[in-house]
T-cell receptor
Framework: DAGVTQSPTHLIKTRGQQVTLRCSPKSGHDTVSWYQQALGQGPQFIFQYYEEEERQRGNFPDRFSGHQFPNYSSELNVNALLLGDSALYLC?????????????FGPGTRLTVL | GDSVTQMEGPVTLSEEAFLTINCTYTATGYPSLFWYVQYPGEGLQLLLKATKADDKGSNKGFEATYRKETTSFHLEKGSVQVSDSAVYFCALSDSGGSYIPTFGRGTSLIVHP
């Protein structure tokens, strides 16, 4: 049973550029959430996708957008990158309709903005 | 809003010592409580969870009991190993259906041989 996978592992960008991160959920999961984890901090919720729509959103600007595909995989896009966007970006999957509120995390994508 | 407070780290212990990492929470309703572990350079792994008051979650020798009266979910292990060195995150997830966990800031554990 494959767990949550993310790509790429590491990414280096410069200010003003755009980036796309990818996530495949755990088998059987239909809900994908994205988190930003700054160095020394806990993960902060960005948004959650279910049935190809954004279901919930945290306190992040519109520069952060996402997409979910029919196979439940997801992308996180960040436009006009700032130095402060440097962080570990975590994807988590779940299946709340099965009555479980446990989220399973991928290994993350380390984004460095120079 | 919901919040989680963890003890400041790093916690530094010798191998085979007893571990306690304190976690308290503020939430409306009856949240589920979680401990996640993050090893260096990796994502978060679910360590254990408890979904209602007085439940005890346990895994790999770690335990935590959901104490509603003290709004706490302290993590304990009787004898730590060097391989337990990691950052531990306490989290809660409300029971209202959003299932979005709120995380504490994490507590770094360093275990010396």
């Amino acid at each position: 049973d494959a767990g949550v996978t993310q790509s790429p592992t590491h990414l280096i960008k410069t200010r003003g550029q755009q980036v796309t991160l990818r996530c495949s959920p755990k088998s059987g999961h239909d809900t994908v959430s994205w988190y930003q984890q700054a160095l020394g901090q806990g993960p902060q919720f960005i948004f959650q996708y279910y049935e190809e729509e954004e279901r919930q959103r945290g306190n992040f600007p519109d520069r952060f957008s996402g997409h979910q595909f029919p196979n439940y995989s997801s992308e996180l896009n960040v436009n006009a990158l700032l130095l402060g966007d440097s962080a570990l970006y975590l994807c988590a999957s779940s299946h709340p309709d099965r009555g479980s509120n446990t989220q399973y995390f991928g290994p993350g994508t380390r984004l460095t903005v120079l | 809003g919901d919040s989680v407070t963890q003890m400041e780290g790093p916690v530094t212990l010798s191998e085979e010592a007893f571990l306690t990492i304190n976690c308290t929470y503020t939430a409306t309703g009856y949240p589920s409580l979680f401990w996640y572990v993050q090893y260096p350079g990796e994502g978060l792994q679910l360590l254990l969870k408890a979904t209602k008051a007085d439940d005890k979650g346990s895994n790999k020798g770690f335990e935590a009991t959901y104490r509603k009266e003290t709004t706490s979910f302290h993590l304990e292990k009787g004898s730590v190993q060097v391989s337990d060195s990691a950052v531990y995150f306490c989290a809660l997830s409300d029971s209202g259906g959003s299932y979005i966990p709120t995380f504490g800031r994490g507590t770094s554990l360093i275990v010396h041989p």
